[in-house]
């Protein structure tokens, strides 16, 4: 396993994602549409909805989904055993390289958990 600093390559990400946006704006435009719909919260919360999608960035192998949604689950007021949890679900699905995307992200959430505070909202 590499040795990526999951906090340093989620801004790189994000950098490059406004590039991108501002590169192409009607096609990230309807992405970020769908991401908020998405996310917004309803039947479930925001933290549910982030575990899930961080259990698909697993199984799927996305290193930069694993430090989104690792990063936002933290911050929507998921616990470690949790997200630990969301995580064994993502290995039965995908197997061997569920096991191995499941360490990333178990990596990732040993950096981000230091310094990510939940967002309280009044």
Known sequence: MDQTDYREYRERL???IKCLRTAL??????FELLRRGALAPGVLDGKVKE?????IGVHQGS???IAFHVHDALRAGAGRAEIEGGIGVALLIGGGPGLMNGAEALEALDQFEATVLPVTTG
Do not use: S, V, Y
């Open 63 to 65: 290193k930069g989904c």
């Open 25 to 30: 704006p009607e096609a990230t435009a309807g």
């Open 14 to 16: 994000g950098r490059h």
């Open 51 to 55: 575990r899930i999608a961080l259990g």
